[in-house]
C-alpha cells in the first residue's frame, strides 16, 4: 500500500466549521485579529471629546469660555477702597465697580486667547477637553475676536472714567497675561510669578480708580496672597494628574510636589507675619485691637485651605476658597471683624 493512499472506507476527520457569528470572547491568538471584540479604548489614547450641540448654541460657547466663575477674582478691586474708605474720593466705590468691569473684560480676553493658544493640549486633559475652544463648540477665529473686543471695552472703560492708573494697570494685566499664554507659562518659578501678578494687578487697579494711595503692606499682603494661590494651583495640578501633569502643562515637570507644599506653608506664614505687621502699624488703639484679632480667622483659613489643597483632588483652587463652608465661615467672620476695626 503506498503511503499517499487512504484505505477504503475509512474517512478523513472532519473539522468543525468556525462560528464567524460567535465573537471570540477569549480575544485574538497567534497574531489573528479578532474582528468581533472591540478594542479597549484608554483616556491616554481616546480620541478628543466630541463637540456636543449646545441649546442656545454660539453665545453659550462664549458665556462658558468667559468663566464666569472666575470672575469673583476681580473682586480684588475693592480691597484697597475697602480698607481705605476715608482716604480715597467720596464716590470711590462707584469707581472701583467700574474697575471691576475693567478688569471682568480683560480677564475674559484672557481666557478666549488662553484657550486658543492651549485648544490642542486641552483636548487630552480629563476636564479641559470639554472647553468649547478645545471642543470645536467654538471656533478659534471667533474665540479671537471676541478676545480683540474685550481688549477694546476694558481699555476704554478705564479711559471713561479718566483714571489713568487703571488704564496703565489693565494694560499692563492684559500684556503680562499674554505674554504669559504665548511663551512664559514654561518657565519654572517666573510663571508663578506672573499668575500672582494678575492678582497684584486687580487690586492695585482698583486703588488707583478710587484714588486709594496703596500702603506697602497692602501690596506685601496681596502679593503674598497671590502667590500662595499660585503655588496652590501647581501643586494640586501636579498631585492630582500624576504622571501624566508634565504633558498638559510642561513647567510641571521643574516641580516636586514636596517643594511645591513645602513653599506654599512657608509663603503662608509670611503672609500672616505681614498681615500682623499692618495691623500693628496702622489705626487707633481701639482698630489696631480689631485688626489684631482678625489675624485668628485668617490664620483660619490659611491652614483650612492648606488642609484642602493637600487633598490632591483636581478641584479648581478658586472652588477651595469660595465654595468650602468653613472657608466661608472663616472669610465672614474676618470680614465682620475688619469692618469692626475700620469704625473704630
Known amino acids: 500500500m503506498n503511503r499517499g493512499t487512504r484505505p477504503p472506507g475509512r474517512r478523513s476527520p472532519t473539522l468543525p466549521a468556525p462560528d464567524l457569528a460567535t465573537p471570540n ?86 481666557y478666549f486667547v488662553n484657550d486658543v493658544v492651549d485648544a490642542e493640549r486641552d483636548r487630552s486633559h480629563p476636564r479641559k477637553r470639554t472647553r468649547p475652544v478645545a471642543s470645536g463648540q467654538l471656533g478659534a477665529g471667533h474665540a479671537l475676536g471676541v478676545a480683540a473686543a474685550c481688549v477694546l471695552l476694558a481699555v476704554a472703560g478705564g479711559l471713561a472714567i479718566g483714571s489713568a492708573g487703571l488704564t496703565a494697570t489693565v494694560t499692563a494685566y492684559l500684556a503680562l497675561s499674554f505674554l504669559y499664554s504665548f511663551a512664559l507659562k514654561h518657565i519654572p518659578v517666573l510663571e508663578l510669578a506672573l499668575v500672582a501678578s494678575g492678582f497684584v494687578l486687580r487690586a492695585l487697579g482698583g486703588a488707583a480708580a478710587a484714588q486709594v494711595p496703596p500702603s506697602g503692606w497692602f501690596v506685601l499682603v496681596c502679593s503674598l496672597g497671590a502667590l500662595l494661590v ?88 478658586e472652588d477651595l476658597i469660595t465654595r468650602d463652608g468653613p472657608m466661608l465661615g472663616c472669610e465672614f467672620v474676618w470680614l465682620l471683624l475688619f469692618i469692626a476695626g475700620m469704625r473704630g
Open 25 to 110: 470572547i477569549a480575544g485574538p491568538k497567534l497574531g489573528v485579529p479578532d474582528l468581533a471584540t472591540p478594542e479597549l479604548v484608554t483616556p491616554a489614547t481616546a480620541a478628543p471629546a466630541a463637540a456636543r450641540p449646545l441649546r442656545f448654541g454660539w453665545p453659550v460657547a462664549v458665556l462658558r469660555t468667559s468663566r464666569p466663575r472666575q470672575w469673583p477674582k476681580n473682586l480684588l478691586v475693592f480691597a484697597a477702597p475697602v480698607a481705605g474708605a476715608t482716604r480715597g474720593r467720596a464716590d470711590g466705590m462707584a469707581y472701583a465697580l467700574v474697575a471691576f468691569g475693567v478688569f471682568t473684560l480683560a480677564s475674559c480676553a484672557v
Open 230 to 317: 499660585a503655588i496652590s494651583k501647581r501643586y494640586t495640578e501636579l498631585a492630582g494628574l500624576g504622571t501624566t501633569a508634565a504633558g498638559h502643562r510642561p513647567c510641571l515637570r521643574r516641580y516636586t510636589p514636596g517643594g511645591l507644599r513645602l513653599a506654599q506653608r512657608f509663603v503662608s506664614v509670611a503672609m500672616i507675619a505681614a498681615y500682623l505687621s499692618w495691623a500693628l502699624l496702622n489705626g487707633s488703639p481701639w482698630a489696631v485691637d480689631c485688626h489684631l484679632v482678625t489675624a485668628i480667622p485668617l490664620a483660619a483659613a490659611l491652614f483650612r485651605f492648606d488642609w484642602l489643597t493637600g487633598r490632591a483632588t483636581l478641584t479648581r483652587v
